[in-house]
């Protein structure tokens, strides 16, 4: 459908499925970022419309300063730490503000 949409960017989880690293999280990571690279070459489904090559591949990940804080409160529920995946504070690049959303 990338080719169809046409998106800018596309927004995915990170390479270890987000925050807790769950196997169906991680396939759709992989999937996903096979779709973007696959969507621009115009011998991959000749058929399915002209080649759309999105601009960025946004994969959605945690900070590991956010990590480290709801780390706590899962550590006192029973779930260890260092159970969590999370990215380098250093490494993100771009942040959304979700708190609007949230309950």
Do not use: K, N
């Amino acid at each position: 459908h990338i080719r169809d949409v046409r998106p800018e960017i596309v927004i995915t989880t990170d390479a270890y499925g987000g925050m807790t690293g769950h196997p169906d999280h991680v396939h759709a990571h992989r999937v996903t970022a096979l779709a973007v690279r696959s969507a621009g070459l115009p011998g991959f489904c000749p058929g399915a419309g002209a080649p759309w090559q999105p601009s960025a591949l946004y994969l959605a990940t945690h900070p590991r300063s956010a990590a480290v804080a709801v780390g706590g409160r899962m550590a006192r529920s029973g779930i260890p730490a260092d159970a969590l995946y999370c990215s380098e504070d250093a490494r993100i690049t771009t942040t959304v503000d979700v708190r609007p959303w949230l309950p």
